[in-house]
């Protein structure tokens, strides 16, 4: 799910906060600096008004901000907790921890702080966003799609909440679902590739399934380096009962698959088991990541159909 974006909400303004002409000047560039991503300097200038005004919590909340894109992570913690003991009602500082705690990978933390921004702000489609990818990373498919529901209501041509829609029902093995909703991301934002790509997956998945009811369980291949559409590879095994039970594990959560054998010369055959076929290496690297996530396989990408 680490596709889609995690947003970070600054402090664009002075807000309640009364401010000295020098202070005024510190904040101002301090935000000019993080719209430029000179994150470094940004750190600075808010440090310097944090040592001026020690009390001023958009000064902690957008040195947070700094810190996090620069992958300072607990740093970018310590400022949000600051800012919790100064005025911890502050429009999206609990997103702003929910959005460190995951990049840190602690998706249960990064829940409990969106948990909290959406009782302050009921109304905050990129909480409840946010909030499903981690349910997602958790394998919280149905809670993550309660959410996604949520956004959608909120925000009904979200493009990514519509992809992340597609992928939980892909996940949850509802194709008709899931084609539903790349459609519809597609529609609002046809000139986007990561929709069209999983749903072309997806009609090429169905149609493997089909050719898979007429064929046996074995198809024979002969080693080549031909190119051409990318599949996933889950493994590659001398055994054919080996191939069969992964073939079988895989169908049981939901994935199509099938067994290729590879014949070499003077040598017992290979028996590989793949799934998928994607148009674009893009679209099978971010399937890769899902069925990592999902069964804890490795797997490789492979020409389609080819060793």
Partial sequence: ?????????????????????????????????????????????????????????????????????????????????????????????YSNLGVAWYYKENYTRAIENYDTEISLSPDNHFAYFNRAICRA????????????????????????????KGDLHTNMNQPKKAKQAYERAIIIEPDKLYAKEKLDGLKKHASMAQTQKK??????????TTSGDYELQTGAFRVQDNALLMQKKLKKKGYTARILELKELNNTPWYLVRTGVYSRQQAAESFKVILKNDMGIDVIIRPYNRF
């Fill in 1 to 93: 799910m680490k596709n889609f974006l995690i947003l970070i909400v600054l402090a664009t303004c002075c807000s309640s906060t009364v401010y000295a002409v020098s202070e005024r000047a510190l904040f101002e560039r301090g935000v000019m600096l993080l719209k430029q991503d000179k994150n470094k300097e940004a750190v600075d200038s808010f440090t310097a008004l944090i040592e001026m005004a020690p009390q001023n919590p958009n000064a902690y909340k957008n040195r947070g901000v700094a810190h996090m894109k620069l992958n300072q992570y607990d740093a970018a913690i310590n400022d949000f907790e600051q800012v919790k003991k100064i005025l911890p009602d502050l429009k999206g500082l």
């Fill in 137 to 164: 990373e958790l394998k919280e498919y149905e809670a993550s799609l309660k959410d996604i529901i949520k956004t959608l209501e909120l925000v009904p041509k979200f493009y990514l909440a519509l992809c992340l």
């Fill in 215 to 224: 064929s046996s369980p074995v198809s024979t291949i002969v080693s080549t």
